[in-house]
Structure formats: structure tokens, C-alpha cells
């Protein structure tokens, strides 16, 4: 497979996957886990799964979908629902 259509489905199956669980749990990830996934990461590089000008670290990635859920959140076109209580 050549090296762009590899980086391509690499960063479709692994990134995006943990780019979708990070709004919700990327504020509970201890120093020892973003090591991990950071060598993950440059393993990834290494061994030529991802171009070597990306590079991607967890801490990127968790500023990433912080700053997308509050761009969308910001934005008018978002719809978050309402809890009404029952006593009112």
C-alpha cells in the first residue's frame, strides 16, 4: 500500500476513534497514560504508518476536541436539550 493511502486509513481507524471517546474522557487521563499513548504515537511514525511531517501527541489531540466541542457549543446552529424539572 503506498505511504499517503497507509497514513490515510491509519489516522481514519486509530486517531479518529480516539479523537471521538477524548471530549468525554481526555480530562481523566493520568501523566502515565498520555506517556503511553505519546509513544503510541511516535511508534506509529516510526514505523511508517503516518507521514513522518505529522506528528501527533495526546495533549494536541485532547486541545483539538476541547476546542471543537466549544466551537460547537458557541455556535447557533448547536442544539443542546434542555433538562425541565418535574416540580415546576
Known amino acids: 500500500m503506498p505511504q499517503q493511502q497507509l497514513s490515510v486509513v491509519t489516522y481514519s481507524i486509530i486517531v479518529l476513534h480516539i479523537l471521538y471517546a477524548l471530549p468525554a474522557l481526555g480530562g481523566f487521563l493520568g501523566v502515565e497514560l498520555k506517556n503511553r499513548s505519546n509513544s503510541f504515537f511516535k511508534r506509529l ?6 507521514n513522518c511531517t505529522i506528528t501527533i501527541t495526546i495533549t494536541e489531540l485532547i486541545d483539538r476536541s476541547d476546542y471543537e466541542l466549544f466551537r460547537q457549543v458557541c455556535s447557533t446552529s448547536y442544539y443542546a436539550p434542555v433538562a425541565i424539572g418535574k416540580g415546576q
Do not use: A, N, V
Open 45 to 50: 511514525k516510526r514505523f511508517g504508518y503516518i
